[in-house]
């Protein structure tokens, strides 16, 4: 288990009266991040725990002298997003520079999307991190930072570490806040684990569902979700025949059900039949932590036929993917 220092985020560099002022990067450079989906809470561990999964948004960023910022994207979500500097991936690798004391004279930015987007599998934390990563590769080599400092940075976009963590270290990522300091430790993950994932059709927004949760929980409830969280992290990586008690949550599903009626009813009916199934993020896919290929068949035979049961409109995907044991990659464009 490989932790991160725990360093302060460094200022920006404010040279005079503002980002204007700062110098640029090189302009004509050209590099391609990859970064996971992931999917946080995994059952009990509510907002500290989330799993690197293989399914990846990819992002290349080319620095130009237009003095503008284009987005080009494709894929899942596409149509809906801007095109411009507040493009999400935009926004994280301009205030990224900053972070670095530079700027940029031009960016263009192509991105290529196949995390779906609102459906608690990270594509925000996916774009955060490719934004905070590329402006990194992008910076001259003695002013980039580090790799507390980069999970510090893109926890703070995000504005929580849950998701952000896996996407960087990958594998299974434990996360803490302490003062105004995020941390993420990383765990390997057992090889016969096998993430199955029902995406429904409508989206969900990350806002509303934890808006539904109360102020405060029983001792009773803290408690119980403690023990199942320090079992999750057993289970996952040491002994996945302990996956179905390890994923029993106690603190936030059962308040966010009422957000995504059809997620929840799906979810129950596959763990009233003893598969490790949770809310992926704030939902509304599921996530099944089966054990072997013959696990892995069974849970998507099981949401089968159980979304013909479940009354929602549109249809479901079920993807069977793999754990992303590396995290995000960044690399230089060849071609």
Do not use: C
Not at 192 to 205: K, R
Not at 252 to 277: I, K, N, V, Y
């Amino acid at each position: 288990m490989a932790g991160l220092p725990a360093v302060p985020v460094p200022a920006s560099v404010e040279a005079g009266g503002g980002v204007a002022d700062l110098p640029s990067v090189e302009s004509g450079q050209d590099v391609v991040v990859r970064v996971p989906a992931t999917s946080a809470n995994l059952g009990p561990g509510f907002d500290t725990l989330g799993l690197a999964l293989a399914l990846h948004d990819t992002v290349r960023v080319r620095t130009t002298t237009s003095g503008t910022t284009t987005v080009r994207a494709t894929g899942e979500g596409a149509a809906g997003l801007p095109t411009d500097e507040t493009h999400l991936v935009a926004r994280s690798l301009i205030s990224t520079l900053s972070r670095g004391g530079f700027r940029a004279s031009g960016l263009e930015l192509d991105t290529t999307n196949v995390i779906p987007h609102g459906r608690g599998l990270g594509s925000s934390a996916a774009a955060i991190v490719a934004g905070v990563l590329a402006a990194n590769a992008l910076l001259p080599v003695d002013r980039r930072l580090d790799a507390a400092h980069l999970l510090q940075w893109a926890a703070s976009i995000e504005g929580h570490p849950d998701n952000v963590a896996p996407a960087l270290l990958g594998a299974l990522a434990i996360s803490w806040e302490s003062g105004y300091s995020f941390h993420s430790t990383r765990v390997e993950v057992h090889p016969d684990i096998i993430p199955v994932v029902a995406i429904p059709e409508l989206a969900l927004s990350t806002d509303s569902a934890r808006a539904l949760l109360p102020p405060s929980v029983s001792h009773r409830s803290a408690a119980a979700n403690a023990g199942r969280a320090a079992l999750l992290v057993h289970a996952l990586g040491a002994d996945p025949s302990l996956l179905f008690p390890a994923t029993q949550d106690s603190l936030h599903q059962d308040f966010r059900a009422q957000a995504m009626l059809p997620s929840a009813t799906l979810m129950r009916g596959l763990r009233s039949e003893g598969f490790a199934s949770t809310i992926s993020g704030a939902g509304p896919s599921i996530m099944t932590l089966a054990v072997g290929e013959a696990g892995a068949a069974a849970a998507e035979e099981a949401v089968r036929q159980l979304v013909g049961q479940v009354d929602t409109p549109g249809s479901w995907r079920i993807l069977r993917l793999a754990i992303e044991h590396v995290g995000a990659k960044v690399g230089v464009h060849q071609g």
